[in-house]
């Protein structure tokens, strides 16, 4: 039937029983086809509690047959069934004669034509003859079962059928508040056929890209009353509930089930859904208003939402009474997105996303939705292609090799507000900063995020360490990548825990007193078909040139940092680390592949900038907007760059212009690769050659207060056919610890602040294997030479409590003043020595001898201020595995000028070792 046919009919408020174009009633009487009278005395007799008509024989014709689940009636039923073709899409004729209806929804609905379900693409119409004397009791709409619905409707015949979905883990119904309009029937009702939908909305629908389906599914207001449509592929029948009142919908095949109710507004409702071996009864998700606000699409499209992870990706909610998920993606290159999960089969086709206006958001609230529910967003490429794309904004992810997102919500309390407080008292640049790098799945190999926490703090508090810094912890597929090439840029690694079981672990080092610095990746991510590469079927992540997409070293992609969606989803990820797990330092890898356009590109591999240089100008302002973003919002935080070249300003404020015209870069430390290279490179040398080489040891004073350095020692540097930093050393056994305590001593005196890889600290003599982790066995009592690695352990330990007690250490770092050489030039004798100063002045005398013999007498110059000196540690005392060569009683200066100072001292060297001196 026509909606004209539907709307003159109300209007004219004949009766039903006439026949309409092309088609025939079914021969039952409605209540508008009933007298005043006669519908009052109905109405009269129903409130007493009989049935005006009860249900026809087709009705149980049709359930029997859904029974036995025959596709075609080929016989006639007995003689209490209509006869009945079994033609495609054809409606069950129903009968609905004044059911108990009040007289309130009788007089509201006086003059509303309700229509008998008929078919909707046929023209023959069941037989007029009806059996109601012997119609058996009337049985609740949501359980009936149309045999047209499993064996004819066209569309779901030709797909395998696929069970009903499965009810979500805390999905019981979900009640609203009253309905708007408030129909007060108590039983089933007739449904008028709806107008009719559109055919390029259905195949839309059907094919996954349409663009709106809120528009078309849901219930809107129409001529004659109020058009419910639902799209629920797989089901036998769809039931409207709302107050008191049910109606069926008409099954309009492939899935479609509609309805026209003679209502005046839209009303709270819910659907009941009947499948071949269940019922549900669950909100309609397409009857909600988007839950994005206006402010938050537009600062998306300025690209400075602050808190994009509050907005996109999935988050369980409570919207418009009523509790669920809300989903939403950015794919503005996609002609349409569906959400496919755990709740569907993943099968999205009946749950597709609206788009959200120009902002290229898709979104969609899914009622009974809960945490632990697995999803993935299925895309319509701009071809028409489909693909399944886990969520970029994810906060939890699948365990590896398994790669959904996870519906997430944090429960965590927080226990560590007294570090929070306290950590932002001092500029990381002027505090004690020694750190020890960790990665995570290896440290102790098996341990969860939850059991890592009983032993990594109490570990680091041991050796003094001041921080830890984690390898990357947010998800990865390739666990041999250690973290660096990221998928889950939201999303705490699976293989350890869930998120909140990451934040108890970063909750207790805090309680420890040790703070968490993060390896953030910005520069790339992989190209894993399901994740960001071609997001939306385009280059969406990645940058759209080619040339400047593909990162020549590791075969990923660079992100487009010109884009400001792209940049704002780096800045927020950055932020979100720092506040939601109080993260306290983003060390940032790979700075110096994203600053240069032409880094390990060839001639006519890369294009210059707008000014005809190499500088890349889209990451210099992204990276500049991070940095300036993570300390406006989290104060006491630190960013800490990994960049390898001479780049101007990396630790200069970004409202500081310096000689290349460039404004700083805005980090508060940057490792110092140089030193790194320089020095280890000098440490391999046998001792007779070190003095061709002295310079290796002494260049990086001459760039020192450049910028705010980290000295690393770091994973890269023990891997790959480098050997362990022991091994690294010359000579025997005992050398080689000789060396590596006394570069250790050096690396903690040396301006800048110290960062130490895992196993490094107990001399591990094999390379470090993200399969196997540090060897601790090595410090089994029962291992022969335990007490080697055990020494180099304790001095690690004693490093750390003379730096952290010691400010001449660690204030003056990034400042010339704090230094002094005594003597950088005795390259025949090995030797270096130079003073450090604290704020006040208070000075520590570092000396440093790599040569294997005792020297004797050697002369020093100090200040003459001074009228003593003690040793406060020596890297060749016994209890470390050296041969014990030390100063008991303290040292006084002599009167003698010495290397210029007015002062000096004479010190007995030991062999392959470094002495810290102090005042007495």
Wanted: with cysteine; proline share 8%.
């Amino acid at each position: 039937m026509t909606e004209k046919t539907v709307a003159e009919k109300a209007a004219s408020r004949k009766p039903a029983g006439r026949k309409t174009a092309g088609k025939k009633t079914v021969g039952k009487k409605t209540a508008a086809a009933v007298k005043a009278s006669d519908r009052e005395a109905a109405l009269r007799e129903a409130a007493g509690g009989k049935a005006a008509a009860e249900e026809t024989p087709a009705r149980k014709a049709v359930a029997k047959k859904a029974v036995t689940k025959k596709a075609v009636a080929k016989k006639a039923v007995t003689a209490k069934a209509v006869t009945k073709k079994t033609a495609a899409k054809k409606p069950v004729a129903k009968k609905t004669a004044a059911k108990t209806v009040p007289e309130t929804v009788a007089a509201e609905t006086a003059g509303v034509e309700t229509v008998a379900a008929e078919t909707a693409t046929s023209k023959e119409a069941a037989p007029k003859k009806a059996a109601a004397e012997k119609a058996g009791p009337a049985k609740r709409a949501a359980k009936k079962v149309p045999a047209s619905a499993s064996s004819t409707a066209k569309g779901r015949a030709s797909r395998p059928p696929a069970p009903a979905p499965a009810e979500p883990v805390g999905a019981g119904p979900v009640r609203t508040g009253p309905a708007r309009t408030e129909p007060v029937q108590t039983g089933p009702v007739e449904v008028a056929p709806s107008p009719a939908l559109d055919g390029g909305d259905r195949e839309r629908l059907l094919h996954g890209i349409h663009h709106d389906p809120h528009s078309v599914l849901g219930a809107h207001p129409a001529p004659g009353g109020i058009v419910f449509r639902a799209f629920r592929p797989y089901a036998l029948s769809v039931t409207v509930v709302t107050g008191g009142l049910r109606a069926e919908l008409h099954d309009d095949g492939d899935g479609f089930f509609s309805g026209l109710l003679p209502l005046r507004e839209v009303p709270a409702y819910r659907l009941v859904v009947a499948y071949e071996e269940t019922v549900q009864e669950t909100e309609d998700p397409y009857r909600f208003l988007p839950t994005l606000g206006d402010l938050d699409l537009h600062l998306i499209g300025e690209g400075r939402h602050e808190e994009l992870w509050k907005v996109l990706g999935a988050h369980p909610m409570t919207h418009e009474g009523v509790s669920g998920t809300r989903f939403s993606v950015w794919a503005p290159n996609a002609r349409a997105v569906r959400l496919a999960g755990t709740f569907n089969f993943w099968d999205g086709i009946g749950y597709p996303m609206r788009s959200l206006g120009s902002s290229g958001i898709w979104e969609l609230f899914v009622p009974a939705i809960g945490e632990g529910e697995l999803y993935k967003f299925d895309i319509t490429r701009p071809d028409g292609s489909r693909t399944q794309r886990a969520d970029p904004m994810a906060r939890r992810t699948e365990t590896p090799p398994a790669t959904s997102s996870v519906v997430e919500a944090s429960h965590y309390a927080w226990g560590d507000e007294e570090w929070l407080a306290a950590r932002g008292e001092r500029p990381a640049h002027e505090a004690p900063l020694s750190i020890y790098e960790v990665h995570l799945p290896s440290w102790r190999p098996g341990l969860t995020y939850r059991q890592l926490a009983e032993q990594l703090p109490a570990y680091v508090r041991e050796l003094g360490f001041t921080h830890v810094e984690l390898m990357p912890v947010a998800e990865h597929p390739f666990g041999g990548s250690w973290g660096y090439q990221v998928t889950g840029f939201y999303a705490p690694t699976a293989r350890l825990g869930t998120p909140d079981d990451f934040r108890f672990l970063v909750d207790s080092l805090h309680r420890a007193g040790i703070g968490v610095i993060m390896d953030w990746v910005p520069a790339h991510f992989p190209r894993d078909e399901w994740a960001l590469a071609e997001f939306d079927g385009r280059p969406l992540y990645e940058h759209e040139d080619p040339l400047r997409a593909a990162h020549p070293d590791w075969g990923t992609l660079e992100f487009d940092y010109g884009r400001r969606e792209v940049r704002n989803f780096l800045v927020a990820n950055a932020v979100y680390w720092c506040e939601e797990f109080h993260i306290d330092g983003l060390r940032v890898d790979a700075v110096a592949s994203m600053l240069y356009l032409d880094y390990s590109r060839e001639p006519g591999q890369w294009t210059p900038n707008e000014h005809g240089g190499r500088e890349n100008l889209d990451a210099v302002a992204f990276l500049q907007e991070m940095n300036a973003t993570v300390y406006r919002r989290v104060p006491g935080v630190v960013t800490i760059a990994e960049e390898s070249t001479a780049w101007d300003g990396v630790t200069r404020a970004t409202h500081h212009r310096g000689p290349s015209g460039f404004g700083g870069l805005g980090f508060g430390l940057k490792w110092n690769m140089g030193w790194m290279h320089d020095s280890l490179q000098y440490m391999s040398h046998e001792p007779v050659y070190r003095k061709y080489h002295h310079g290796e040891m002494t260049f990086s004073m001459v760039y020192a207060y450049s910028e705010n350095y980290v000295l690393p020692i770091s994973h890269d540097e023990v891997v790959h056919g480098k050997k362990s930093l022991v091994s690294k050393m010359p000579g025997d056994w005992w050398q080689q610890r000789a060396n590596l305590r006394a570069y250790l001593a050096f690396m903690w005196a040396h301006p800048g602040k110290q960062l130490l890889f895992m196993g490094q600290e107990f001399a591990q003599g094999t390379e470090w294997s993200e399969a196997r982790g540090p060897d601790w066995w090595l410090l089994d009592p029962a291992y022969g030479a335990e007490a080697d690695h055990r020494g180099v352990r304790e001095l690690v330990a004693d490093l750390n409590s003379v730096y952290r007690s010691t400010p001449a250490l660690w204030e003056r770092d990034t400042v010339a003043d704090g230094f002094r050489w005594v003597v950088g030039d005795a390259a025949d004798d090995n030797v270096l020595a130079f003073l450090r100063r604290d704020a006040d002045g208070t000075p520590l005398l570092a000396v440093s001898h790599f040569s294997p013999v005792v020297r004797q007498d050697y002369r020093l110059g100090v200040p003459n201020d001074v009228p003593a000196w003690f040793e406060v540690l020596n890297t060749d005392a016994g209890r470390y595995g050296g041969s014990d060569v030390f100063h008991a009683d303290p040292v006084k200066p002599e009167p003698q000028p010495w290397h210029g100072h007015p002062a000096s001292v004479r010190l007995t060297l030991p062999p392959l070792s470094t002495v810290w001196l102090r005042p007495a």
